[in-house]
C-alpha cells in the first residue's frame, strides 16, 4: 500500500511540474527586419532579468502585418513605419494605447566594399547601367527610397530626368531590407538603399554607406504596441519599457538609431509595466 501511495504521489508531482514548464510565458515579437540586431540584444537582456525567453519573428513589416491578419499570433508589433501600424491597428488587432514611437532611423545609400561600378554620389545612380537593389513599395525601406528618389528628382541640380533614368536602373525589389543589404554585400547590385543602421559592425567590410543629406533624406519612425490577443500583457509591457530604458536606448544608438529623446505617450487604457508584472 504505500509504495502504491509513493508512486501515486510521485506520478502527480511530476505532472505537476509538467504543467508548470507547460505553462511557463514565452514572449512572441513581430519585428521589423532592420531591428534584428538590436532587438536581438535587447531580448537577452528581457531574458537574463525575467527568465522569460522571447522568440522573435524578424521580417520585412509589411509581411509581419499581413501575418498578424491572416491570424497570426504575436504579444509585440515593432514596426518601421507606422503606415504599417495603423493598418494593424484599424484591423483592431492592437491595443491602442500601448502604441508609441520607439525610434528613429535614417537612410543611406550602400554599394560593394570594392564598388565596381564607382559610385561616389547620388548623382551616379543616373548613370546608363548601373544596377540598384532596393525594397518593393509596400517595404517601408522601399517607400521610403522612392521618396528619396523623388525629391531628388524635384531639385533642378539633378536633371529632370533624374527620376526617370534612377528608375530605371533598378533591377530588383525585395520584400525585406535584410535582402537589399545581403545582395548589395555579395556583389549582386551596384548600389542599394537601405538603413544606416543596417551597416553594422560585421557588414563593415563588405559594404560602405553614402551618406544622404537631410534635405532628401527621410526620418523613419518605429512604432512599437502590444496586440490585444496577448496572453501575457504584463510581460508584453515589461519588454517594451525595457526597449524605451535607457539601457534599451544605449543599445540602439548603438546599432545606428536615433532613439527618441521624449518619454513614450502615456498609457491610457493599459497599466504601466510594473503595476501589470506586480
Known sequence: MNKRVFVALFAALVLSIS?????????????????????????????????????FNF????????????????????SANMKQM????????????SVAVFTRNKLALIVPKDNPANIRN??????????????????????????IIARLGNDSAYGPDYETEVMANVISQETSVSYVVTKVALGEADAGFAYVSDVTQDMISKIDKIVIPDEYNIIAEYPMGMLME????GESLVFMDLVMSDEGRAVLEKY??????????????????TEAAA
Open 19 to 55: 504543467a508548470g514548464f507547460a505553462q511557463s510565458p514565452e514572449l512572441t515579437v513581430f519585428t521589423a527586419a532592420s531591428l534584428t540586431g538590436a532587438f536581438g540584444e535587447i531580448g537577452e537582456m528581457y531574458e537574463n532579468e525575467t527568465g522569460i525567453h522571447v522568440a
Open 59 to 78: 521580417d520585412g513589416s509589411q509581411a509581419l502585418r499581413t501575418q498578424l491578419e491572416n491570424g497570426a499570433y504575436a504579444d509585440v508589433f515593432a
Open 86 to 97: 495603423n493598418a494593424v491597428r484599424e484591423s483592431g488587432l492592437m491595443n491602442n494605447s
Open 122 to 147: 547620388l548623382t551616379d545612380l543616373a548613370r546608363p547601367g548601373i544596377k540598384i537593389i532596393m525594397g518593393t513599395k509596400d517595404v517601408p525601406v522601399g517607400d521610403y527610397a522612392l521618396q
Open 230 to 233: 496577448s496572453k501575457y500583457p
Open 256 to 273: 545606428g538609431f536615433d532613439p527618441v529623446e521624449s518619454e513614450p505617450e502615456v498609457r491610457e487604457e493599459t497599466a504601466s509595466a
